[in-house]
């Protein structure tokens, strides 16, 4: 039996259900004189007129409504209860009630029965869960391969949802990949733990979407009632930072709140407020790393960025960077490190180039180019020794105008290389898009590379394909000589990692190159690595 039939049934049988409202199907009956008379006509009253005047769906017949009596319709032409067919009352409330789109049923809904659960459990011991799940990854593949693929992946997911609830309770969806469940009844912590692991299993599959398959994990954050919130919107306030846990923590994996979530949140507020100083204050720093090409000689430096805050200590950039992106503050911040890094590499020997990494937030304000020039300009540097690392996701975003301001850096004669490739979507179209003139291989295909065949063959792939469109190559993350040793003999251009050097402060340099030029002048070229 359907959700609808069951809920129908329910109703026939006594007292007025859930659900069957007319101010559900008509928003505007919700309040004022109009109400009052449903609510005569919901008390067992039959002969009530309503005006309908400015109840929004007039195309429709009328209104529907449910008794205890059974179920009704005021036609608006003739103002007073008649009966309805069955059929078009399912249809109806399905329609008020449900996602057109995966058929779970919608916020309206979530939010009532989140009401209800919570002032049904007041006082007493029962307790309620609210597990919020979110889906990794979604904008990305909608992004990538379109609407009508994001709409049957979240067709799917909610299909594993309801698949993985059984009995658990009734899943919503409330906005676009965000889908929640309510328990209500049963034994907690314990049924909502056994649920949320199931979820987080049924999304480890691959979906196979026109033979296309696509991994998307969810992310679950659990919250009780009313231990954790006593009014809905702080049980999913709660919800939402057990769920924002979740993704930190790796995503596809649940998180039940608890109130050190909320210090960790406090913390990152304060941290937030004080990025915004940062800057002003000289706690940002750049640090450089070298790149070297086979066999040994440094090609440059990538300049990478470093937050010292005076009470914690070195923040990393995994953590500050999205926080100044989500902050409005990458524009600001990346200027600086342009300025600063191309003022430093004009100390450098001119035939070192200096990379600096770009952030999407850059090319959003739509003045990069701009700024960029300007800096050539004071710094005095020459365009073609500066080289910009981007990831896939400056391509994701925006696509047209970021790779027309690409271009126009490639014409100013700065250099464009792809950074962490393989570890994001890794589109050939992108490849095939734009000229890139080098592809950096993320450091998790060379962790690896000596005990892992399948590394050996991914790293050899890339290698051959960035070389047959003509772009050269730079393995990141190398830390052993037996790496580096494996990389020049498959033909890899350039190196970065620990083992080559580490990154280091402007002032350690000087040193480094003297040092680097020395050893090789007193080595045979298979001992250079
Ligand atoms: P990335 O551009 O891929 O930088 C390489 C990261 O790998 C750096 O981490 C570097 O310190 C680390 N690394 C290098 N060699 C090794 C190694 O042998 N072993 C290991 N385990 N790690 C190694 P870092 O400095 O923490 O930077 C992380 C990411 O933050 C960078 O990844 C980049 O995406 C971003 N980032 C750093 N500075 C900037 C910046 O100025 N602007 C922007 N937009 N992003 C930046
Ligand atoms: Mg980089
Ligand atoms: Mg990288």
């Given at each position: 039996m359907t959700d609808c039939a069951a809920s129908l049934q329910q109703a026939r049988g006594g007292a007025v259900a859930l659900g069957a409202r007319p101010w559900d199907i008509y928003p505007a009956l919700a309040e004022g004189e109009p109400r009052c008379a449903l609510e005569r006509v919901l008390a067992g009253v039959s002969s009530v007129t309503v005006d309908l005047y400015g109840a929004g769906r007039r195309t429709r017949k009328g209104v529907v409504f449910r008794t205890a009596e059974g179920i009704g319709i005021i036609e608006a032409s003739e103002q007073r209860p008649v009966a309805i067919d069955e059929a078009e009352h399912v249809k109806l409330l399905h329609q008020a009630t449900h996602d057109v789109l995966t058929g779970l049923q919608n916020r309206r809904r979530f939010s009532e029965r989140l009401e209800e659960v919570l002032a049904a459990g007041e006082g007493g011991r029962e307790r309620s869960a609210l597990l919020q799940i979110d889906l990794d990854d979604f904008k990305s593949v909608n992004d990538t391969l379109g609407h009508s693929t994001g709409d049957t992946l979240l067709q799917l997911a909610a299909e594993r949802i309801r698949d993985a609830l059984r009995d658990g309770g009734t899943a919503y969806r409330y906005a676009g990949d965000e889908f929640a469940v309510i328990q209500y009844g049963k034994e907690q912590p314990f049924?909502?733990?056994?649920?949320?692991?199931?979820?987080?299993?049924?999304?480890?599959?691959?979906?196979?979407?026109?033979?296309?398959?696509?991994?998307v994990g969810a992310s679950i954050g659990v919250a009780f009632g009313p231990q954790h919130?006593?009014?809905?919107?702080?049980?999913?306030k709660a919800a939402d930072i057990a769920l924002y846990a979740a993704k930190?923590?790796?995503?596809?994996?649940?998180?039940?709140?608890?109130?050190?979530?909320?210090?960790?949140?406090?913390?990152?507020?304060?941290?937030?407020?004080?990025?915004?100083?940062?800057?002003?204050?000289?706690?940002?720093?750049?640090?450089?790393?070298?790149?070297?090409?086979?066999?040994?000689?440094?090609?440059?430096?990538?300049?990478?960025?470093?937050?010292?805050?005076?009470?914690?200590?070195p923040i990393p950039p995994s953590v500050f960077i999205p926080m100044a992106e989500a902050d409005g503050l990458m524009e600001e911040i990346g200027r600086w490190v342009l300025e600063e890094a191309c003022r430093e590499a004009m100390t450098w020997p001119q035939e070192f180039n200096v990379a600096v990494n770009l952030s999407p937030?850059?090319?959003?304000?739509?003045?990069?180019?701009?700024?960029?020039?300007?800096?050539?300009?004071?710094?005095?540097?020459?365009?073609?020794?500066?080289?910009?690392?981007?990831?896939?996701?400056?391509?994701?975003?925006?696509?047209?105008?970021?790779?027309?301001?690409?271009?126009?850096?490639?014409?100013?004669?700065?250099?464009?290389?792809?950074?962490?490739?393989?570890?994001?979507?890794s589109s050939l179209a992108y490849l095939k898009n734009f000229p890139f003139d080098s592809v950096k291989i993320d450091q998790y295909f060379i962790r690896d590379l000596l005990s892992e065949k399948k590394s050996q063959t991914i790293v050899r792939s890339i290698m051959g394909l960035a070389h047959g469109l003509g772009m050269s190559v730079t393995a990141e993350g190398v830390e052993t000589a037996g790496q580096a040793l494996w990389l020049v003999g498959e033909g890899c251009?350039?190196?970065?990692?620990?083992?080559?050097?580490?990154?280091?402060?402007?002032?350690?340099?000087?040193?480094f190159i003297a040092r680097s030029s020395m050893s090789l002048h007193g080595m045979n070229e298979q001992d250079r690595f």
């Amino acid at each position: 039996m359907t959700d609808c039939a069951a809920s129908l049934q329910q109703a026939r049988g006594g007292a007025v259900a859930l659900g069957a409202r007319p101010w559900d199907i008509y928003p505007a009956l919700a309040e004022g004189e109009p109400r009052c008379a449903l609510e005569r006509v919901l008390a067992g009253v039959s002969s009530v007129t309503v005006d309908l005047y400015g109840a929004g769906r007039r195309t429709r017949k009328g209104v529907v409504f449910r008794t205890a009596e059974g179920i009704g319709i005021i036609e608006a032409s003739e103002q007073r209860p008649v009966a309805i067919d069955e059929a078009e009352h399912v249809k109806l409330l399905h329609q008020a009630t449900h996602d057109v789109l995966t058929g779970l049923q919608n916020r309206r809904r979530f939010s009532e029965r989140l009401e209800e659960v919570l002032a049904a459990g007041e006082g007493g011991r029962e307790r309620s869960a609210l597990l919020q799940i979110d889906l990794d990854d979604f904008k990305s593949v909608n992004d990538t391969l379109g609407h009508s693929t994001g709409d049957t992946l979240l067709q799917l997911a909610a299909e594993r949802i309801r698949d993985a609830l059984r009995d658990g309770g009734t899943a919503y969806r409330y906005a676009g990949d965000e889908f929640a469940v309510i328990q209500y009844g049963k034994e907690q912590p314990f049924a909502a733990e056994q649920l949320a692991q199931a979820l987080v299993d049924a999304f480890k599959p691959p979906f196979i979407i026109n033979g296309i398959p696509l991994f998307v994990g969810a992310s679950i954050g659990v919250a009780f009632g009313p231990q954790h919130g006593t009014e809905s919107e702080e049980l999913m306030k709660a919800a939402d930072i057990a769920l924002y846990a979740a993704k930190r923590e790796g995503r596809g994996c649940a998180r039940i709140f608890n109130r050190s979530m909320m210090l960790l949140l406090e913390q990152r507020e304060n941290l937030r407020r004080n990025l915004r100083v940062a800057l002003e204050r000289e706690e940002l720093h750049l640090v450089y790393q070298p790149l070297i090409q086979a066999p040994g000689s440094i090609v440059g430096f990538e300049a990478l960025l470093r937050w010292n805050h005076p009470e914690i200590g070195p923040i990393p950039p995994s953590v500050f960077i999205p926080m100044a992106e989500a902050d409005g503050l990458m524009e600001e911040i990346g200027r600086w490190v342009l300025e600063e890094a191309c003022r430093e590499a004009m100390t450098w020997p001119q035939e070192f180039n200096v990379a600096v990494n770009l952030s999407p937030a850059q090319f959003l304000g739509g003045s990069l180019t701009d700024t960029v020039a300007q800096v050539i300009d004071t710094s005095g540097i020459r365009a073609d020794r500066i080289e910009f690392e981007i990831t896939e996701t400056v391509l994701l975003e925006q696509t047209v105008d970021n790779l027309d301001t690409l271009n126009t850096l490639n014409v100013l004669g700065i250099r464009i290389s792809l950074d962490d490739f393989g570890t994001h979507y890794s589109s050939l179209a992108y490849l095939k898009n734009f000229p890139f003139d080098s592809v950096k291989i993320d450091q998790y295909f060379i962790r690896d590379l000596l005990s892992e065949k399948k590394s050996q063959t991914i790293v050899r792939s890339i290698m051959g394909l960035a070389h047959g469109l003509g772009m050269s190559v730079t393995a990141e993350g190398v830390e052993t000589a037996g790496q580096a040793l494996w990389l020049v003999g498959e033909g890899c251009d350039c190196l970065q990692g620990n083992f080559l050097g580490e990154a280091m402060v402007a002032d350690s340099i000087p040193d480094f190159i003297a040092r680097s030029s020395m050893s090789l002048h007193g080595m045979n070229e298979q001992d250079r690595f």
